[in-house]
Nanobody, 124 residues
């Protein structure tokens, strides 16, 4: 059974940091790209970042470049999203997802498996 389990969300003040984790199981981790997406109330799901587990290529949305860092621990089948300098507009439910060779790494439509999400709230 494929599972993606996010953790690490919470409430933080603007300027603070959080690290999200995505623990994967049930598929060959090294063959997949893992993406982070977020969805705020009333808004569409937005691609935040992606990492290729095979070659380590990374991708970031312009809105988070320089503030967020994605990394992967293939031995633990886990992907992390380090979020620094958080802003109130980063408030959303954050999801991780897995895809085989996504053509558009930050497009949700290319992803096959999804986690349940973790809430991130940034207060001003």
């Amino acid at each position: 059974e494929v599972q993606l389990v996010e953790s690490g969300g919470g409430l933080v003040q603007a300027g603070g940091s959080l690290r999200l984790s995505c623990a994967a199981s049930g598929f060959t981790f090294d063959d997949y790209a893992i993406g982070w997406f977020r969805q705020a109330p009333g808004k569409e799901r937005e691609g935040v970042s992606c990492i290729s587990s095979s070659d380590g290529s990374t991708y970031y949305a312009d809105s988070v470049k320089g503030r967020f860092t994605i990394s992967s621990d293939n031995a633990k089948n886990t992907v992390y999203l380090q979020m620094n300098s958080l802003k109130p507009e980063d408030t959303a439910v954050y999801y991780c997802a897995a895809a085989l060779n996504p053509i558009l790494p930050l497009s949700a439509g290319g992803y096959d498996y999804w986690g349940q999400g973790t809430q991130v709230t940034v207060s001003s």
